[in-house]
């Protein structure tokens, strides 16, 4: 009897607590929250494990090719050969098979809703470019008037972005004749390689040594004066730059890699086994100098390191394509918006009045997060979208662009990783070849001096870039980029808690909205102010500086004015 009273107890309390009628959905709510919860659990519990397995195959593969050194870089057709390489000498760069890491992020759901959101942040832009005109200049008039007299300007009016980009016909005339000397470069290394003494170095090796040292400066200044003679605006100075910079790069790593092959190159004997292995595992039995399409093959491929091969994609989505360009020109709006509506309307006044201490530092901090997004989006839109699109249609495969540098708790790792191509390229022909000249010399100096000569070299180039673009020099980025984060390496810290991470974003947005502060504040000086000293000197004082004497001056002396 007690057991039968006790199941009718615990029937009377299941039918209590199982509601009817309203709550039914309630219930169901809750049933399907705890499987939400459950599934996302157990996604979690798969990720983690996908990592685990996916670092212990890093780790695994890592030490096998340490153990048989074994490099990817030497993979010809699917095949790996196994290069001559010297006990503690660098290792060489990989090339394999791969996506860039957004690529493969982009495939996840999560990852692609920041992208649409990113996407709609540019829409929720042009929406409020639009209104804020159809008001602003429509102002005391009919909606449908402002329209109809200012719509069609409203979506085609990027005066911004056409007075920067302008001249263009120069700018291809430009482009062409330093492309054509770069391909000029191939004949001349041919007919050296191929003419000189194979059996030893001479004067006459020293003589095209001297003609390819006058090139690379030709190169460096010839475009330089015809940028300022024709005064060429901003964007497309940036253009011709940074053109100019990989096509030294390009031309340089032609060179360095097969100048070593050239010199090692012995004409075939007869009954002798010809084959043989030149620079960087690279095979010589074809002759000194490698084929003229290999060359022109690397003069466009998104790569700054030299190989004879490398490896393709089997065929070319057009589709990815016209992708990835369409995203570059979504960033190049959204450029403008971002300079249009957070920049020029906060600088543009300079001169007008005295800036104080307190104005600059909230201009500094109204500057951080658009300087932040220009800095995510010129990323985005060269490093990601520019590059792949290129490698798409070379069938370039190597696609390891940058890595996960918004992962770094360091600045030592995000210099490696935010931008691969030139970090690859300073590696592989500055820091290999400044550690081994040293210890040819028997200098014992560790990896700093090495370190210390490639972020000089990248911290003037850098800044020869702004200055050039820019048209002034106000080496602010020179001194963030080597002094200040070039000290960030030799701090002795090991961050290893995701708080260094968070250190790392502000200090970059920091540094960022400072930049954009105080390059935007020279400009309009510039624009502003009266010139205070002859052109050459102009170009190297900042303008802000003087103009600011002069302001106080004003305000000292209110009865002098000035022009």
């Known amino acids: 009897m007690d057991n039968v009273g006790l199941r009718r107890r615990q029937a009377g309390e299941k039918n209590i607590a199982e509601p009817t009628g309203l709550w039914t959905g309630d219930v169901a709510f809750d049933k399907q929250l705890k499987t939400t919860k459950l599934r996302e659990k157990l996604e979690k519990l798969k990720s983690d ?46 090339f394999v098979p791969r996506n860039s890491v957004l690529t493969d992020l982009f495939e996840v759901s999560h990852i692609q809703t920041i992208y649409h959101i990113f996407i709609a942040i540019l829409i929720v832009f042009s929406l409020n470019t639009i209104i804020h005109d159809v008001f602003e200049k429509g102002r005391g008039k ?79 200044i010839l475009p330089v004066q015809a940028i300022t003679e024709n005064q060429i605006p901003p964007g497309s100075t940036l253009l011709l730059v940074t053109e100019q910079v990989r096509l030294v790069m390009k031309t340089y790593a032609f060179v360095r890699s097969n100048t070593t092959r050239a010199l090692k190159y012995r004409p075939p004997v007869e009954g002798e086994n010809s084959e043989g292995e030149g620079s960087d595992g690279q095979s010589s039995n074809d002759g000194p100098c490698p084929n003229f399409s290999n060359y022109l093959y690397f003069l466009f491929v998104p790569t700054l390191v030299y190989r004879d ?7 070319i989505n057009w589709r990815y394509v016209v992708t990835n360009f369409a995203q570059v020109a979504g960033c190049l709006i959204y450029l403008y918006y971002l300079l249009a509506r957070f920049c020029v309307p906060v600088f543009r006044n300079f001169n007008h009045e005295s800036v104080t201490l307190k104005q600059l530092l909230l201009s500094s901090f109204g500057c951080m997060l ?95 870039i702004v200055t050039m673009t820019m048209g002034f020099f106000y080496p602010v980025l020179f001194v963030m980029f080597g002094g200040i984060g070039f000290g960030f390496m030799f701090l002795g810290l090991k961050p290893t808690h995701q708080a260094w991470n968070v250190f790392m974003w502000i200090t970059l947005m920091i540094g960022m909205g400072l930049l954009m502060c105080l390059y935007s504040l020279e400009w309009y000086a510039r624009k502003n102010c009266p010139v205070t000293a002859d052109s050459f000197l102009d170009k190297l004082i900042p303008r802000t500086w003087t103009c600011e004497l002069r302001l106080w001056q004003n305000d000292l002396h209110p009865g002098v004015t000035g022009q």
């Open 49 to 94: 494990l996908v990592d685990q397995v996916d670092s212990q195959i890093a780790d695994f593969l890592d030490e096998y090719s340490q153990d048989y050194d074994l490099d990817s870089s030497y993979v010809q057709n699917g095949e790996a050969t196994k290069p001559k390489k010297k006990k503690g000498e660098p290792r060489d760069k990989v």
């Open 142 to 220: 009919d909606f449908t008037d402002s329209w109809k007299k200012y719509g069609i300007r409203l979506v085609l009016d990027f005066d911004l972005i056409i007075w920067a980009c302008g001249k263009f016909p120069l700018v291809v005339t430009t482009w062409l004749w330093m492309k054509g000397s770069a391909i000029a470069l191939y004949p001349l290394f041919y007919y050296w390689s191929t003419t000189r003494n194979h059996y030893k170095v001479g004067i006459y090796d020293y003589l095209w040594l001297s003609l390819f040292v006058a090139y690379i400066f030709a190169f460096l």
């Open 309 to 315: 091969s490398y490896p393709r994609s089997p065929t």
């Open 370 to 464: 658009p300087g932040t997004l220009i800095l995510l989006i010129a990323f985005f839109a060269i490093l990601h979208s520019w590059l792949n699109a290129f490698a798409e249609m070379l069938r370039f495969a190597d696609r390891l662009f940058y890595k996960d540098w918004w992962n770094s708790k360091s600045y030592a790792i995000w210099y490696r990783t935010w931008n691969c191509v030139v970090h690859d390229w300073l590696f592989t022909y500055v820091y290999k070849d400044i550690s081994s000249l040293l210890k040819y010399l028997n200098i014992q100096c560790g990896r700093a001096t090495p370190m210390a000569v490639v972020f000089l070299l990248s911290a003037i180039f850098h800044e020869y």
